[in-house]
């Protein structure tokens, strides 16, 4: 039987920052082969590839995915913690789910695959090829730090760039021209005034004003300024996107960009349930089932210098999917 510290830990001396996932994948695709699943590659792009692991079909299917944000941590195990970029985010998930279905084959269960994707911090590549994929699965069980508990639902979320224009000029002589940034430092503090939807198992509707850019040099005049947002869903985006209309409208130009829906989950009973405010590749695998999402593991330590998964909260997981797969199945 794998140890899933040891599996995770070898995971995790793989450096697979999104876009340079191929020694991620030739790790696992070859860990799966030699245990006898009938493994499909499915190139996202070129050296980059979604590894689906698959008996019968016809069951659940357990997925995460195996980039990491930059830069690389190597692992190192202290004391009851196994730290290490993507130790919870999420190679962590990806070892405990290996060894559940593993497990479960090994005693007779067919019905279980494997989806391993590319690319899910940085645009979602592999997820929307992934769902090009001929799926059988009843139900996807997306593995994503929320530290054990089963997500109730996930917020979604929006980005929108909010850009003010002016008129450049020596600053020497600035009465000539017209600021970009003024106008922008003092329409984004309006954002506290919208009122924004709510759920009542997702929370309230939030903003983040992630980056502001503007002007070139000290000396000139701004000609151009913007920030860019990022809205986390709760509800139905049109509503929303009419409120951000009415409140740029005659002082902002705004740009539109990615969009990600909100989503309530399916869940069973035995586990402790919580939403969570993060979003995850479970929009773009419509064809794989009914979600569920499930995970060792925070998301408040994911993506920072001391990422870490407790090594006994790991363990644990496996038999918790186990027990999610099983349940899912007599459904």
């Avoid at 995790?12 to 696992?28: K, Q, R, Y």
């Avoid at 996202?44 to 690389?72: C, E, F, K, M």
């Avoid at 979602?124 to 992934?130: I, P």
């Amino acid at each position: 039987m794998t140890d899933v510290v040891a599996l995770a830990a070898e995971l995790l001396t793989i450096d697979s920052s999104t876009g340079a996932e191929s020694g991620a994948v030739d790790f696992v695709s070859k860990w799966l082969v030699a245990r006898g699943w009938n493994v499909t590659l499915q190139e996202v792009t070129r050296g980059r590839a979604n590894i689906w692991a698959s008996r019968q079909g016809h069951g659940v299917t357990l997925s995460t995915h195996l980039d990491t944000v930059p830069p690389y941590i190597a692992p190192r195990l202290e004391g009851d913690r196994l730290y290490g970029r993507g130790a919870c985010d999420a190679k962590g998930i990806a070892a405990a789910m290996l060894v559940a279905a593993d497990n479960l084959a090994t005693k007779g269960e067919q019905r279980v695959d494997l989806l391993f994707v590319v690319g899910e911090e940085k645009g979602s590549d592999g997820a929307r090829a992934a769902n090009r994929l001929r799926a059988t699965s009843r139900f996807l069980v997306n593995g994503e730090p929320t530290e054990s508990k089963l997500a109730s639902g996930a917020k979604g979320s929006l980005r929108v760039i909010a850009r003010t224009r002016g008129r450049a000029a020596h600053s020497a002589y600035a009465h000539l021209g017209q600021s970009a940034i003024r106008p922008l430092i003092e329409l984004l503090p309006t954002l506290d005034d919208l009122d924004l939807p709510t759920d009542e198992i997702l929370g309230n509707t939030t903003v983040n004003v992630g980056t502001i850019r503007g002007g070139t040099e000290a000396n000139i005049v701004p000609a151009l300024a913007e920030a860019e947002m990022m809205f986390r869903l709760v509800s139905d985006v049109k509503p929303l996107r009419k409120q951000i209309d009415a409140w740029a409208k005659g002082r902002a130009e705004l740009e539109y960009g990615s969009h990600i829906p909100a989503q309530h989950f399916h869940t069973i009973p035995g586990f402790e349930v919580a939403p969570v405010a993060y979003t995850s590749d479970i929009p773009l695998l419509g064809k794989w089932g009914t979600p569920l999402m499930f995970g060792p593991g925070s998301i408040h330590v994911a993506h920072t210098p001391d990422e870490f998964i407790d090594v006994g909260e790991l363990r644990r997981s496996v038999d918790a999917y186990e027990r999610i797969i099983t349940s899912l199945l007599s459904s």
